[in-house]
């Protein structure tokens, strides 16, 4: 494994490198996803539940 | 965050943004912009595709959503998200034994039309050198249905290369189901759920990092659906499930870059439940730049879960004191494929998209010996604009 200088980061700091690009794209994906499927999806903190699962 | 004190250290939060954790909610996912965002996305499930009875005009969600993202001084970031959503369709609702043993699955009338408003705030604070710690609180509204959650993180840098990102959450609902009286339902119930959660960040090499995460969450009070019933004997039973569960989760994520105008995410999750549950996901998207600020990123997911014990579309007499038909419960796999077109011109990006996602019981690894006649497959479409203040 190499080490990464801050200076040779530009391509992990790219915005398609990000571990969500999109926030609100994910976040209705995983609402889907958890209101059809009998395991929760993300790793973090819980949001509001719903009626929906 | 301190993203707008020089040119210099919105490029070293960038990247540390790159590498750090995982809160859908917290502001420096989206690197040193300030933005806001809009979604709107129609949701709409298949007819059944199984012996039914009923209305087999199922579910439809018309939801929209608001983003803000925005610093405030030099070392705070403040994310408000908002949703508002419509749905109205039929819901499976209870299975019986048909001809042969094949199950038939009853639905409910199409007139469930009900509102979800929900929103998130999170404010996030940095210490600089991507060392962050993030509150956050969240409530969401349905007229049978109330939630609150609290959340709290923590991303610290241990070197160069790694993160670690760790934090808690707890949230309580409330649910209080409409015909409460008329159909024999539960009037109101409560339940619990505390969560906790830690993740480690790994820059790999110049053009790739890995992560790898778990989370337990622990689940107490009224855990079961008040509007299925199940079919026990001859008797329609409401659903019953434990009042408590407990899961275990394992997440890992990857991200290459591959050139400059490519990216490849790769994603699985394993997780496993004390009701017999466990499950494994697997997804992969590819970012491509194209020219003149054009975006496409194609995508394909894939999961399968295995049955709760207390699972089955019906149940001789005698059976339980635990049972439940409800199809998130039994064992089934999915497979869904999305695409995303975005356009950036200026300070504005548009996005549009769809996704089809397909479930069904042969999908499922290792296959399944029990019917469940209700998995779902839908089509997503989306659109939307943002702006970004930078």
Known sequence: MQTVQPWQ???????????????????????????????????GAAGGGCGCN | MGARASPSLSFLLAASAALTGHAPAR???????????????????????????????????????FL?????????????????EVMSGSSPWYVLPGPGGKPIQVLSGATIRDHRNAATVALTHDAGGNDTTTISATYSQERDYHSTALGA????PLNAALTLGFGGSFSHDRIEPFDASLYDRIQRAEKNTASAFASLSLVLDRVSAIESGIQLNYQTGYLSDPYKLVSVGDALDPDTRPDRRTEAAWLVRYRRAFGENAALHLDSHL?????????????????????????????????SQSRARFYAPFFA?????????????GAFGAAAANLNLRKRIDHWEFSAGGERYHATTGYALGGTALADPATVSYTRIFAGLDYHFD
């Not at chain 2, 993180?153 to 610290?156: A, N, S, V, W």
């Open chain 1, 9 to 43: 980061r530009g391509r992990l700091a790219r915005w398609d490198m990000r571990w969500d690009p999109d926030p609100l794209q994910a976040a209705m994906s995983q609402h889907a996803y958890f209101s059809k499927e009998g395991t929760s999806g993300e790793i």
């Open chain 2, 317 to 329: 007499a005698g059976s339980g004191p635990d049972f439940s038909s409800d199809y998130r419960l």
């Open chain 2, 68 to 84: 803000l993202n925005t610093t405030i001084g030099n070392r705070y970031a403040l994310s408000v998200n908002a949703t508002h």
């Open chain 2, 271 to 303: 997780a496993a439940n004390s009701w017999g549950q466990h499950s494994l996901t697997l997804e992969a998207n590819w970012y491509q730049s194209l020219r003149d600020g054009w975006q496409l990123v194609p995508g394909v997911r894939y999961y």
């Open chain 2, 153 to 156: 993180e923590r991303t610290l």
């Open chain 2, 27 to 65: 502001a420096d996912e989206t690197g040193s912009e300030q933005y806001a965002g809009y979604r709107f996305n129609v949701y709409s499930e298949d007819v059944l595709s199984a012996p039914a009875l009923g209305d087999p005009r199922r579910y439809k969600v018309y939801s929209q959503q």
